[in-house]
């Protein structure tokens, strides 16, 4: 089966930047996928990494090895508007993407 | 360009009633997918079709539970005999095959 580990919770203050770890166990890895899901609302993509190393997008980099079969979501800059829950979440050859249980971020002034 | 629908928003239904979910992927997705959210939980996979692949349903948590998708299009997910445990949030999304599209959720009581 697969596994996916990330922290419940990660509280930080604006302006900060916050570093959210995944790790995973799983078959037929082909890459891991970041969303964000804010209270009330629909998951939404954020990033994708299929190969080692760092993809940044703006505010937000994600982070892949393979080899240790972890990854990272880093956020900077951090704005109250991102408080919201962050899901990792594995490509598997012809599945469904399986999802962690989320991290909860809370932005404070 | 329109997003993933789903209908209804919100379903209140007695234990022991069916209840069937309606997913309008986007136009052009060939994979769609059906999660369940419980309060404050993580997204669990209950079933996926690819195509006119047969449906992965490994996430099926009962046979209580079923779901179809007609000319590789709309969706509709069917709870037979509900129980308590099956209130949650109802999630569809669609995709081309990279990133998912997820509708607003049909959010499922269970009196």
């Known amino acids: 089966g697969q596994s996916l580990e990330q922290p419940s919770e990660v509280t930080a203050v604006e302006g900060a930047i916050v570093q959210i770890n995944c790790t995973y166990q799983t078959s037929g890895f082909y890459g891991l996928s970041w969303y964000q899901q804010h209270d009330g609302g629909a998951p939404t993509f954020l990033s994708y990494?299929?190969?080692?190393g760092l993809e940044e997008t703006g505010r937000f980099s994600s982070f892949l090895s393979r080899s240790d079969s972890y990854g990272y979501l880093l956020l900077q800059e951090l704005q109250m508007k991102d408080s919201a829950s962050y899901f990792c979440?594995?490509?598997?050859?012809?599945?469904?993407?399986?999802f962690g249980k989320g991290t909860t971020l809370s932005v404070s002034s | 360009g329109a997003g993933v629908s789903q209908s209804p928003s919100n379903k209140v239904t007695e234990k022991g009633k069916d209840v069937e979910l309606r997913c309008d992927p986007i136009?052009?997705?060939?994979?769609l997918y059906w999660y369940r959210q419980s309060l404050g939980q993580g997204l669990e996979f209950l079933i996926y079709?690819?195509?006119?692949?047969?449906?992965?349903k490994s996430g099926l948590p009962s046979d209580r539970f079923s779901a179809e998708r007609t000319g590789g299009s709309v969706s509709t997910l069917t709870i037979q005999r509900t129980q308590q445990e099956d209130s949650a949030v109802y999630l569809c999304a669609s995709s081309r095959g990279g990133d998912l599209y997820f509708g607003p959720g049909t959010r499922l009581t269970v009196t």
């Open positions: 990494n299929a190969l080692d």
């Open positions: 979440a594995v490509n598997q050859a012809g599945t469904a993407l399986i």
């Open positions: 079709f690819q195509g006119n692949s047969a449906p992965d």
């Open positions: 136009s052009g997705h060939t994979a």
